[in-house]
């Protein structure tokens, strides 16, 4: 069975900083890009971050040069450094993987076949 599990979410004043992971199982994760999407209370799922298999990144504008994306294909396990944070980064935070092959990086969340159950990251000012 396939799990992405995420973990590191909490509660942190604005500027300061998390580290969300993302541990993936049931499949390699190796041949699959993986993203960070957020939601916000009464708003859509926006993408934040992507990580391809080898590495390559994309960010949304509102979090670059703030968030480091990252995975570690030996761990199956993917990472968000969040630093400089910010009220409006409050949101529950989701892991997503592509389906096994699908090695490019993509901000779609049409794109992505596996979903963590989410992380709640509160930033208060």
């Known amino acids: 069975q396939v799990q992405l599990v995420e973990s590191g979410g909490g509660l942190v004043q604005a500027g300061g900083s998390l580290r969300l992971s993302c541990a993936a199982s049931?499949?390699?994760?190796?041949?699959?890009?993986m993203g960070w999407f957020r939601q916000a209370l009464g708003k859509e799922r926006e993408f934040v971050a992507a990580?391809?298999?080898?590495?390559?990144?994309i960010y949304a504008d509102s979090v670059k040069g703030r968030f480091t994306i990252s995975r570690d294909n030996a761990k199956n396990t993917m990472y968000l450094q969040m630093n400089s944070l910010k009220s409006e980064d409050t949101a529950v935070y989701y892991c997503?993987?592509?389906?096994?092959?699908?090695?490019?990086?993509?901000?779609?969340?049409?794109?992505?076949?596996?979903w963590g159950q989410g992380t709640q990251v509160t930033v208060s000012s």
């Open positions: 049931g499949r390699t994760f190796v041949n699959s890009a």
């Open positions: 997503a993987a592509r389906a096994d092959g699908f090695l490019l990086v993509t901000p779609s969340e049409l794109n992505y076949h596996n």
């Open positions: 990580v391809s298999w080898s590495g390559r990144t």
